[in-house]
């Protein structure tokens, strides 16, 4: 690709529907490889990347390429406004470039917006792909293609060295102190919290007391490596995650789970989900309205990945719609859970139709000597922050006699922290507000055990004291 000419800078802004952009990028043809980083051709396009940053980061920033563009493209950072960074940076001129950063910034809404979770994963795809071509386009590589983290590994946990520079593009020092030393980011957690469990989602949305593929991916792997790795201030904080260089990395990877999940025959939806519309700019920094349709898939938009991650076969998609309410209560606690700095535990009461829903399951054939229990599922639901406490809250459950407590999964905040300027970070779609929850699968952690369970929260390492993290509610249901 040759350089962009001064003409098509200053026409930068113009809108220009996707299916007439992609007719236009006839040099970016054919198929193109996203690879793992730490292989030597991933490594290559990692040192490439590396310059591309640095190169953004040159950029004016009325500049649709500069870095922080695109970083507000995700959430503008919340010590700041929408409003008052645009008028900072553009003050009372009204170039194309102010009309895209009003339409573009802080529309990542599935962080902000229950009604808008479905999204997190086109989103995203959306966000990445076109990234991918601003990219191409300061490099004037149009063979360019964005490399993967694969954390999903256990021998890649650790933060890759070029990031760990501290003369890099690719440094942030908004990091958790032993991540920047190379520690690997699961450090000490048994069991890991980095696992591939969304993969055996049999629906993309919620459905039967399952959090689904797209929620499940988003609220565990997704939000896990995001405050694992960063802090307050960077890859911790949903306004602040797009300012690290790792950020890119690690979507490319969430993109290549839902490609994988697909590929073993996960299904998405095929209603009016497909029809949903974006802001982004292009490679040239001209406004382009993308549609969740043109991708959803990753062979429509002439990508691949190296490798796919193995996971079950989905051989019937689920489509149910989630109704927590119809779930087989076995037990609840729907009082507010206040998690400090401590560990606390909190004891399940039967609810009325409790004996009812045990002898209905009484009724049930049991299952056969060595097939696995009766299904339970431990629902987390409501959390909320003050601020973000930066930490993961490992979660356990125990017989209430005693015995000893189990690690049944890992919850975060991530997504659950109110911020100042979140209203403009909703799109006014009219859409329902929707339950968004944590939930863990206790069948065999539960198989002995008599009676309501005890349900531990405990942080894995001391928390933010401002963060007065609550969990609105809790309850076993089979």
């Not at 808008?116 to 386009?137: G, K, Q, S």
């Not at 535990?345 to 049991?366: H, M, Y």
Request: net charge positive; with cysteine.
């Amino acid at each position: 690709m040759g350089k962009v000419s001064r003409r098509a800078a200053l026409t930068a802004g113009a809108v220009i529907p996707f299916s007439q952009w992609l007719g236009s990028q006839a040099w970016a043809q054919g198929v193109h490889i996203r690879r793992d980083l730490s292989t030597p051709v991933g490594n290559t396009d990692l040192l490439k990347y590396q310059h591309g940053v640095q190169l953004m980061k040159q950029r004016a920033e009325t500049d649709p390429l500069n870095w922080e563009f695109w970083w507000y493209i995700h959430a503008v950072r919340n010590d700041h406004t929408k409003a008052g960074e645009i008028a900072r940076i553009w003050g009372a001129t009204s170039p194309p470039a102010r009309a895209l950063a009003q339409q573009s910034w802080s529309t990542c809404q599935a962080h902000f917006d229950s009604s808008m979770e479905d999204y997190f994963l086109p989103w995203h795809r959306m966000f990445v792909y076109f990234f991918e071509a601003v990219l191409r386009n300061v490099l004037y590589d149009p063979s360019f293609s964005l490399p993967y983290w694969r954390y999903t590994q256990p021998s890649q946990r650790s933060l890759p060295a070029v990031f760990r520079n501290t003369s890099s593009s690719l440094y942030s020092p908004y990091r958790n102190g032993p991540v920047n030393a190379g520690t690997a980011i699961d450090q000490g957690l048994v069991p890991t919290p980095i696992n591939t469990a969304s993969l055996a989602e049999t629906s993309y949305r919620p459905s039967g007391g399952d959090d689904g593929f797209c929620m499940g991916l988003d609220f565990n792997l997704h939000g896990s490596v995001h405050v694992l790795v960063g802090n307050g201030q960077g890859m911790g904080s949903v306004p602040w995650a797009a300012r690290d260089a790792i950020f890119w990395m690690h979507h490319c990877n969430i993109d290549r789970m839902w490609a994988s999940w697909n590929h073993n025959g996960g299904c998405n939806p095929t209603d009016g989900w497909l029809n949903q519309t974006f802001v982004f700019p292009d490679g040239n920094g001209n406004q382009v309205v993308a549609k969740v349709s043109d991708f959803n898939t990753i062979a429509q938009r002439g990508y691949a990945y190296d490798t796919l991650e193995p996971g079950p076969h989905i051989g019937n998609c689920n489509q149910l719609i989630f109704n927590l309410g119809a779930l087989a209560h076995l037990g609840v606690l729907l009082n507010p859970i206040i998690v400090g700095p401590g560990p606390v535990e909190v004891k399940l009461q039967a609810p009325p139709e409790a004996l009812r829903n045990l002898e209905a399951l009484k009724k049930v054939p049991g299952p056969a000597a060595g097939a696995p229990p009766q299904p339970r599922r431990l629902i987390l639901h409501d959390l909320s922050a003050n601020v973000d406490p930066g930490v993961l809250y490992a979660v356990t459950v125990r017989a209430p006699a005693g015995g000893p407590a189990r690690v049944v999964g890992y919850i975060n905040f991530f997504e659950s922290t109110a911020h100042a300027h979140e209203g403009e970070m909703k799109m006014e779609m009219g859409g329902p507000e929707r339950p968004r929850f944590y939930s863990f699968d206790v069948s065999r952690a539960l198989a002995r055990v008599k009676g309501t369970p005890i349900v531990g929260i405990r942080p894995v390492r001391a928390p933010n004291p401002e963060a007065k993290a609550v969990i609105g509610g809790v309850r076993l249901v089979a």
